[in-house]
């Protein structure tokens, strides 16, 4: 099981960023998955969640700023950060179903 | 939202010792089909967070038996035996019973 984050930088409060999770080794398709955060030096804050079906689940902090989706075709994850504050700046992870495999991670810096 | 309070933030250790790491959640973590989705994860410095041990006490793959879970319903402990320099790091208990998921605020075990 391989999951590579993709897409982070520097953007500036208010904007927007896409983040990208390429799967591999497993049936992605089958398989709901999580994105979460980690500010830092902070623990770990999970944001959301989307099923093999595509229902989806958010964090209080991110609902109706963030959006989660997925491209089976391409065994791909998205998050759409959008409206973004400096809060949001953090490390973001990807990781299957149950948190039994994660990714390396991708850096969200949110400041002007 | 399910609160997890781990006890204790740090903890030093030697080398070979044996250390415990509590878990409080503030509701039972027993899902309706009966399941404890309680998991514990370290976090080695620089690396993303790995999965140790799955509904309170089940090894993750490749995961040693010097680590042990326990506990059940609000309380949860992890014990970690002949404590072996690849074991520093943060550990994290995590909830997996109900939405948003949550985690604990970190273990951070150092060598004494």
């Known amino acids: 099981v391989q999951l590579v984050e993709s897409g982070g930088g520097l953007v500036q409060p208010g904007k927007s960023l896409k983040l990208s999770c390429s799967a591999s080794?497993?049936?992605?398709?089958?398989?709901?998955m999580h994105w979460i955060r980690q500010a830092p030096g902070k623990g770990l804050d999970w944001v959301a969640y989307i099923s093999s079906s595509s229902g989806t689940v958010y964090a209080d902090a991110v609902k109706g700023r963030f959006t989660i989706s997925r491209d089976n075709a391409k065994n791909t994850l998205y998050l759409q950060l959008n409206s973004l504050k400096s809060e949001d700046t953090a490390i973001y992870y990807c990781?299957?179903?149950?948190?039994?495999?994660w990714g390396q991670g991708v850096m969200v810096t949110v400041s002007s | 939202d399910v609160v997890m309070t781990q006890t204790p933030v740090s903890l030093s250790v030697s080398l070979g010792g044996q250390v415990s790491i509590s878990c409080r959640s503030s509701?039972?973590?027993?899902?309706?089909?009966?399941?404890?989705?309680l998991s514990w994860y370290l976090q080695k410095p620089g690396q993303s967070p790995q999965l140790l041990i799955y509904?309170?006490?089940n090894r993750f793959s490749g995961i040693s038996d010097r680590f042990s879970g326990s506990g059940s319903g609000t309380d949860f402990t992890l014990k970690i035996s002949r404590v072996e320099p690849d074991d520093l790091g943060v550990y994290y208990c995590?909830?997996?019973?109900?939405?948003?998921?949550?985690f604990g605020g970190g273990t951070k075990l150092e060598l004494k």
């Open positions: 509904k309170v006490s």
């Open positions: 080794g497993f049936t992605f398709s089958s398989y709901g």
């Open positions: 509701q039972s973590l027993v899902h309706n089909n009966g399941n404890t989705y």
């Open positions: 990781a299957t179903t149950l948190f039994d495999y």
């Open positions: 995590g909830q997996g019973t109900q939405y948003p998921r949550t």
